[in-house]
Nanobody, 123 residues
Framework: VQLQASGGGLVQAGGSLSLSCAASGRTSRFDGMGWFRQAPGKEREFVAGIGWSAGLTNYRGDVKGRFTISGDNGKKMVYLQMTNLRLEDTAVYYC?????????????????WGQGTLVTVSS
């Protein structure tokens, strides 16, 4: 399984940015896809996830109402629309895949990682 992330960049606080992730290979091996992020000096943390079979989504608390995860199950694409970005959203964002949505709660349970893409929010 390969995960290819794209998007990211530099944006001012209050602005918007979108990330995309394309999965290829044996995509039947996982049902959950989502995003983590890691800021300098901090641990990698869950941001948002989607479970394909049930169509459920999950978010960390401080991005609820600002970030929206969506996807195309047929194409195994997942998107993260980020709005009202804050300085504290600055991080490297990683696409992730796991057997099920609940596994995305812990980075140790993630089976597949994409390369990181940097999101920088400036004041």
């Amino acid at each position: 399984v390969q995960l290819q992330a794209s998007g990211g960049g530099l944006v001012q606080a209050g602005g918007s940015l979108s990330l995309s992730c394309a999965a290829s290979g044996r995509t039947s091996r996982f049902d959950g896809m989502g995003w983590f992020r890691q800021a300098p000096g901090k641990e990698r943390e869950f941001v948002a996830g989607i479970g394909w079979s049930a169509g459920l989504t999950n978010y960390r608390g401080d991005v609820k109402g600002r970030f929206t995860i969506s996807g195309d199950n047929g194409k195994k694409m997942v998107y993260l629309q980020m709005t009202n970005l804050r300085l504290e959203d600055t991080a490297v964002y990683y696409c992730a895949a796991a057997p099920q949505l609940s596994d995305l709660a812990n980075p140790n349970w993630v089976h597949y990682w994409g390369q990181g893409t940097l999101v920088t929010v400036s004041s």
